[in-house]
């Protein structure tokens, strides 16, 4: 078994700077790079060595073993992100994760799901519904719209909610786009910039509403039936400073996954009509009309694959890291501790030798009968294991309810060239840029 020493070293290095440039340039083609030079390499980010992994059972050899005692959340990224965004789920280190994930779990029991579904429903209505017949939308902007509104108002209800939501809507673009980029170039977060100063006063004014907001539900004591509410069941456990965290995250975490999810999956769905005409095919015999709800979601089979072949082409995070908190593993190499261990899921999920044609939008390869072993392990976009993301239900579920609404109310027709660019830039997830389509007003048959 090989040391850290001797994992090969990804071409391309060039002093000082290491892979950086390679990696601020297009971070999308820079893992599939790595990718194809074997399933453990070492780079350089400046003069700092670090690791990116690329083979699906290592990876998830690390979620399985993110316990805390060999692997953990950690490294650059995850550091400056906890500092920005936080102690909630996403970014706490394990220790803290195993005390605090039982007290949030109640806030995704299955039991409250309906309820969210029925908020995602009207959300989506009161939005979708307020377009006109050939208006054309820039799709990225308004499932943004959606999303946060649908977290905002999960978030929050009874006195003050739609203060409260008004303002998330308003915040949080500016805080996101933020977040990523300090996290990403910490260098640039004290310069006088504009951004910067923008970023501050979004993230002030949020921190500010939430706790104001989570100090007067405490002290009322009521159950509005929202997010808040089975947080504020955890009593002293959870501080006033931890449950905004959490908040936080739930809002940076949802609105990017499910955003960025609903504007591939419109994407996909224009550039391949016969597809698009079974699901609304599928929409129409199923729903009959009826506003989603979550009885209808399981009748939906094809919608299920559309979403979930959309997220393996377009994953929510272009990457992630672990840091070693001890000598480790991985396949024939040893990394020693305190290493900053990057993976890409766009990477795993576009791999040739898993899934044939990777590149191609091919819903029916997530059908019971033609799924592989190897292409159900490596599809963990959500994680695995102790860290397996908590809302992974509440986001699929938004997601469905959005497109059946959509494509009940409208036909979509592309307004901008099929080749949408899918290079990563740095933000928390991707987005197909300038993506706009022409609505056409339509009732199911």
Not at 17 to 40: C, E, K, N, S
Not at 44 to 56: C, H, K, N, R, W
Not at 94 to 119: C, D, I, N, S, W
Not at 401 to 414: E, G, K, N, S, Y
């Amino acid at each position: 078994m090989s040391g850290a020493s001797t994992v090969p070293l990804l071409p391309g290095a060039i002093p000082l700077l290491g892979h950086a440039a390679l990696i601020a340039r297009d971070p999308l083609r820079f893992f599939d790079t790595a990718r194809d030079h074997g399933p453990v390499v070492r780079v350089l980010i400046g003069t700092q060595p670090a690791y990116v992994v690329s083979s699906p059972e290592l990876v998830r050899h690390m979620h399985l073993k993110g316990n805390g005692d060999t692997f953990d959340k950690g490294g650059r990224l995850f550091e400056s992100a906890d500092e920005l965004a936080g102690g909630g789920l996403v970014t706490i280190p394990m220790a803290k994760h195993r005390q605090q994930r039982p007290l949030v779990q109640p806030v995704f029991h299955h039991t409250r799901l309906p309820g969210y579904v029925e908020q995602m429903a009207r959300v989506a209505e009161a939005t979708i519904g307020g377009w006109r017949n050939g208006q054309v939308i820039d799709v990225g902007v308004e499932t943004n719209r959606i999303a946060t509104g649908v977290l905002a108002e999960t978030l929050f209800l009874g006195p003050g909610s739609r203060e409260a939501s008004e303002l998330v809507c308003r915040c949080l673009p500016t805080y996101m786009d933020g977040v990523a980029v300090r996290a990403l170039l910490p260098s640039l977060n004290r310069l006088p910039l504009p951004s910067n100063r923008r970023f501050m006063r979004a993230m002030h004014e949020l921190h500010r509403t939430l706790e104001r907001l989570i100090s007067e539900r405490r002290n009322s004591g009521t159950d509005e039936g929202d997010i808040v509410t089975p947080l504020l069941e955890a009593g002293d456990a959870l501080s006033n400073r931890d449950v905004r965290d959490h908040l936080v995250t739930f809002l940076l975490a949802g609105s990017e996954t499910t955003a960025g999810l609903l504007a591939w999956t419109v994407r996909e769905l224009t550039l391949h009509p016969h597809i698009y005409a079974d699901l609304q095919n599928e929409v129409d015999d199923v729903l009959q009309g009826a506003i989603p709800s979550i009885e209808h979601l399981p009748r939906l089979p094809l919608l299920s694959t559309v979403l979930t072949e959309a997220m393996r082409l377009h994953p929510p995070l272009w990457a992630l890291t672990r840091a070693t908190l001890e000598e480790a593993t991985l396949g024939e190499h040893t990394l020693p501790p305190h290493a900053d261990v990057f993976f890409s899921h766009h990477a795993l999920l576009r791999d040739p030798r898993v899934f044939p044609e990777p590149n191609h939008f091919v819903p029916g390869r997530w059908e019971r009968d033609r799924i592989s072993k190897e292409q159900r392990e490596a599809m963990i976009p959500f994680g695995l294991g102790p860290r397996k993301c908590i809302g992974e239900d509440f986001a699929m579920l938004e997601a469905s309810v959005v497109v059946a609404t959509l494509l009940q109310r409208f036909r979509l027709h592309t307004e901008t060239p099929a080749r949408v660019s899918g290079r990563a830039r740095v933000r928390v997830s991707q987005r197909p840029s300038q993506l706009r389509v022409r609505l056409e007003s339509r009732r199911p048959s």
